[in-house]
């Protein structure tokens, strides 16, 4: 069977082995077993990396776990050089490995993923915050535009009086304005609503998805940009 997937994490697996948790095109949330990916002369430990876009060649599913027979890297635009969308790589991988869990087919997440990598590489670097918005979309979880001024995110409704305080008037109108949208990669923000947006859409994720943590490099990401 060969499956195309983007890698979200993997997992060591004694000393030569690993398993690879991975968003399928075709399957959704799915692990595999790379046996001896970590053997000395095994330089396709080299594709190990967040979001890298796979080939997998695999066994028919016999067990709970599918058998990597053969792995090629299908893009190789890689990120590597640059610390800022290597953190991007890594902030991004580590929040769709958690909401992405009970996913099943859906490609057009698959291919939300492969918009977010293109802008990523045209160094769009709020690429990362609209499909983080953008993904709430896929996923049904989308607030509807509304005339009402600020955002609840509880309840996904914008209301008269603010229920919280990182979703004030101008959250709001941010969250508005991507609604809307037929470009939404061409919104420019700057550098304190970046911040503020991801603050705020961290909060709804939050509300929205059960034990939803915050991903381990938010610290890194606030800092870079």
């Not at 990182?166 to 959250?171: T, V």
């Not at 947006?197 to 929205?208: A, E, K, P, T």
Request: charged fraction near 25%; proline fraction near 3%; charge should be neutral.
């Amino acid at each position: 069977m060969t499956q195309e997937v983007f890698l979200l994490s993997y997992t060591k697996y004694g000393d030569h082995d690993a398993v690879l948790h991975c968003f399928c095109r075709e399957n959704g949330f799915e692990s595999f077993f790379a046996k001896g990916i970590y053997a000395p002369k095994n330089k396709k430990k080299a594709f190990l990396f967040p979001l890298n876009e796979l080939l997998l060649y695999t066994s028919d599913k016999k067990k709970n776990i599918r058998n990597i027979l053969k792995i090629e890297q299908k893009n190789t635009d890689i990120f590597s050089a640059d610390i800022r969308k290597n953190s991007i790589l890594f902030f991004i991988s580590d929040l769709l490995n958690q909401v992405l869990r009970n996913e099943n087919q859906n490609q057009n997440i698959y291919s939300e993923i492969s918009l977010f990598l293109d802008q990523l590489q045209m160094e769009n670097f709020q690429s990362h915050l609209i499909f983080i918005f953008r993904l709430l979309k896929q996923q049904g979880l989308q607030p509807l535009f509304s005339d009402k001024t600020y955002l609840n995110p509880e309840s996904g409704n914008f209301e008269e009086t603010e229920s919280h305080h990182f979703f004030d008037k101008d959250i709001s109108a941010i969250w508005k304005e991507l609604i809307v949208s037929q470009d939404p990669y061409g919104i420019k923000l700057n550098r304190l609503g970046k911040q503020n947006f991801l603050d705020s859409i961290l909060v709804y994720f939050h509300y929205h998805f059960t034990d939803f943590r915050e991903p381990k490099s938010l610290e890194i990401i606030k800092e870079i940009f």
